[in-house]
T-cell receptor
Framework: NAGVTQTPKFRILKIGQSMTLQCTQDMNHNYMYWYRQDPGMGLKLIYYSVGAGITDKGEVPNGYNVSRSTTEDFPLRLELAAPSQTSVYFC????????????FGDGTRLSIL | AQTVTQSQPEMSVQEAETVTLSCTYDTSESDYYLFWYKQPPSRQMILVIRQEAYKQQNATENRFSVNFQKAAKSFSLKISDSQLGDAAMYFCAYRISITGNQFYFGTGTSLTVIP
């Protein structure tokens, strides 16, 4: 059972470049989330989705975009990378039942130079 | 706004001893869920324990238990018989139960286990 899979695990970008962080889950979870974790900090919610075709902003959405065309996939897009987006990015999913926790991927470490 | 505060950036415990990690939260809601997640150096986020606010009984999972004080908005994690594998960052998280699509995380406590 793969759970939540994130790719890539590491990436270095130049300022102004674009990239997509991939996230896929095989648990048929409706809810999916993208977080960023800056050094010494907790997780900040970027975007989330309650089902295919539905996305919503979290606490720190600026500079990012998402899409949810299928239940399994929830890619995060950085259009014009900035140094402030250097962080570790986590994708998570959860089932729809009200008391269910989130299941996390292993994270993507992204550096913008 | 929902906030979660972990006032202990770092804690240490001797192997086989007991340690308590603190968490407080601010909410005007009456129904919500609280979680403790563990993040070892591998960076995976692993659920340790969860607590439903409507339950008075404190949750327990093997060596892990919580002290949930709803009136004080406090949710501490007790780790008994600490093991070297318990060394990790621990995050407290909160979610409103009815409308809660979002989870709110504290800044974490780094736990060191001393052999």
């Amino acid at each position: 059972n793969a759970g939540v899979t994130q790719t890539p695990k590491f990436r270095i970008l130049k300022i102004g470049q674009s990239m997509t962080l991939q996230c896929t889950q095989d648990m048929n979870h409706n809810y999916m989330y993208w977080y960023r974790q800056d050094p010494g900090m907790g997780l900040k919610l970027i975007y989330y989705s309650v089902g295919a075709g539905i996305t919503d902003k979290g606490e720190v959405p600026n500079g990012y975009n998402v899409s949810r065309s299928t239940t399994e996939d929830f890619p995060l897009r950085l259009e014009l990378a900035a140094p402030s987006q250097t962080s570790v990015y986590f994708c998570a999913s959860r089932a729809g039942q009200i008391n269910q926790p989130q299941h996390f991927g292993d994270g993507t470490r992204l550096s913008i130079l | 706004a929902q906030t979660v505060t972990q006032s202990q950036p770092e804690m240490s415990v001797q192997e086989a001893e007991t340690v308590t990690l603190s968490c407080t939260y601010d909410t005007s809601e009456s129904d919500y869920y609280l979680f403790w997640y563990k993040q070892p150096p591998s960076r995976q986020m692993i659920l340790v324990i969860r607590q439903e606010a409507y339950k008075q009984q404190n949750a327990t999972e093997n060596r892990f238990s919580v002290n949930f004080q709803k009136a004080a908005k406090s949710f501490s994690l007790k780790i008994s018989d600490s093991q070297l594998g318990d060394a990790a960052m621990y995050f407290c998280a909160y979610r409103i139960s009815i409308t809660g699509n979002q989870f709110y995380f504290g800044t974490g406590t780094s736990l060191t286990v001393i052999p």
